[in-house]
């Protein structure tokens, strides 16, 4: 069909549309233009303690250096479609509510944390940014009513099976350490406060062990140097440490603290044990977090977080440093040395 206008005219009229789109793109500022042309998500990972460089592959443990492998696996690349931004309270409990908001500031696509306290402090400051986070008993502590379907902003995973786990870690502790009747249980105060302290208070009594409390003010390497001062003068006989991240991210200092103080100790993670610690009752970090990531790259394809089942762990392993046991002259039982799934020489 003929339009009727010379060839020269269409010249002109394409000439004055190219000018009119450009007029209308500089309009437009720079960095909206350039999110346009490559819009990236971005995901904002907040830990308590880890350093910001070491959330990384290669320095954050045994969990990081899961997750970020099965984000790529599963299509998500940092530098390339991701982006991630990495912030840390650095064992300051006192910066949890200004780090969550500044980080919902920013308005991320989905928020990666944990555990317990810092989600709290970011379902202060949002019920709308997902957030996919490692969490101790979500139930228990009132983060959700449900681990099928959480609901609101919230999914991801719990560390434990609830809070008779540690009923089980301390009478695998005793085992170890048949003569031991004063222990402590090395946790920030969430862990010890309400049910679950009272759980501990009567496991430790059925099992003739006068269990006492040892709770860091902050999750700093100096707080947590005092508190193991505090426990030698108490002159105990274990240690039990819970599994917070603020004690995750200072393994490697308190695996050499129980050591110079002579003190058996029982953890939650392999990561403890491998760094020297005698034992860990463990959930395998790495299956968790590579859980995780799936959940973010599922919420980056659209899923709600409250439709996505919380995960909890349900198979655990015993793991025994046998070179720490002859450092601090115990002999364990070869009952308790049969049964572990892993015996670190």
């Known amino acids: 069909m003929c339009d009727g206008l010379a060839p020269a005219d269409k010249v002109i009229r394409m000439r004055r549309r190219e000018f009119t789109a450009g007029l209308v793109l500089a309009a437009v ?25 070491l959330l990384t592959e290669t320095g954050g443990g045994s969990a990081w250096r899961a997750f970020f492998p099965e984000l790529r696996r599963l299509g998500y690349i940092e530098g390339e479609n991701l982006i991630i931004e990495r912030y840390s309270a650095e064992g300051h409990h ?35 940014i997902p957030i996919v986070a ?4 979500p139930v228990e502590a009132g983060l959700v009513t449900n681990l099928a379907k959480p609901g609101g902003n919230l999914t991801g995973i719990t560390l434990d099976a609830g809070i008779e786990i540690w009923g089980k870690r301390l009478e695998i502790l005793k085992e170890a ?3 031991a009747t004063r222990a402590a249980f090395l946790g920030m105060r969430e862990g010890w406060e309400g049910s679950s302290g009272q759980f501990l208070r009567d496991a430790a009594g059925r099992l003739g062990i006068s269990l006492m409390s ?7 390497a100096s707080e947590i140097e005092r508190v193991f001062s505090e426990m030698a003068q108490q002159r105990l006989d274990a240690v039990l440490i819970s599994g917070e991240g603020d004690l995750y991210a200072n393994r490697q200092l308190i695996a050499e603290l129980t050591r110079t103080n002579r003190l058996p100790a029982m953890s939650p993670y392999r990561d403890f044990a491998d760094a020297g610690g005698l ?31 919380i995960y909890q762990a349900t198979t655990f392993q015993l793991l025994i440093n046998l070179k720490t046991a002859k450092a601090l002259s115990l002999t364990l039982p070869p009952a308790l040395l049969a049964r572990a799934d892993e015996v670190i020489e």
């Open 29 to 53: 500022p720079w960095p909206a233009r350039a999110q346009q042309r490559a819009a990236k998500p971005r995901i904002a990972i907040f830990h308590p303690a880890i350093p910001v460089s």
């Open 94 to 128: 006192e910066r949890y509510a200004d780090l969550a908001r500044q980080i919902v500031a920013s308005s991320p696509d989905v928020i990666v944390t944990g555990p317990n306290p810092l989600v709290t402090a970011l379902n202060a400051a949002t019920n709308t």
């Open 134 to 137: 490692f969490m101790v008993d």
């Open 177 to 179: 350490v048949p003569s």
């Open 214 to 220: 040892i709770l860091p003010q902050s999750g700093t």
């Open 279 to 309: 034992m860990a009752y463990t959930v395998d970090l790495a299956e968790l977090l590579r859980r995780m990531a799936d959940d973010v790259a599922k919420i980056l394809r659209g899923a709600k977080p409250g439709d996505i089942p």
